[in-house]
């Protein structure tokens, strides 16, 4: 019988991935797996693996697990499927309408919408509202 997710443990998981790397949870025993995608495609080509460092090998190995047995494993969205952007776009709308609103929305137009919305964010005092926000976003996330 497989373990419960700990919830909390994969929506930290989903919060900090790197790019260049895929993240499965194995359906067993709840651990977040990751690979990057050059040891992933090595995995899928049966590229030979005599070049590659120790922590290569290891994670060459659970590559090949997750390829031979991909019942096992849940693929976790990445970082472009969860969309913090998105997130941003509905925290705007989820607000009242008024000046914080009206601020958020014009940061988060054009070029550096990320940097400009998080300095909106900080100077209107709503740094704790966004962070719950986001948190809840990626907890309906993980739920799916």
């Avoid at 260049?20 to 651990?31: A, I, N, S, V």
């Avoid at 031979?68 to 494993?73: A, K, L, T, V």
């Avoid at 919408?113 to 993980?142: I, P």
Wanted: net charge negative.
């Amino acid at each position: 019988m497989p373990k419960p997710v700990n919830l909390e443990m994969l929506i930290g998981e989903m919060e900090s991935q790197f790019e260049g790397y895929h993240y499965f949870l194995h359906r067993e025993t709840m651990e977040v797996v990751m690979v990057s995608t050059e040891i992933l495609s090595h995995a899928e080509e049966e590229e030979p693996i005599d070049e590659l460092e120790d922590w290569e090998q290891i994670e060459y190995a659970q590559a090949l697990d997750i390829l031979e047995h991909p019942s096992h494993y849940l693929d976790l969205p990445d970082r472009e499927e969860i969309s913090e952007y998105r997130m941003m776009e509905h925290f705007c709308y989820y607000l009242d309408p008024g000046h914080e609103k009206e601020r958020l929305t014009s940061a988060i137009q054009g070029r550096g919408a990320f940097r400009k919305f998080k300095d909106q964010v900080d100077q209107l005092g709503l740094r704790e509202k966004w962070f719950a926000f986001r948190r809840e976003c990626y907890r309906e996330v993980a739920k799916d």
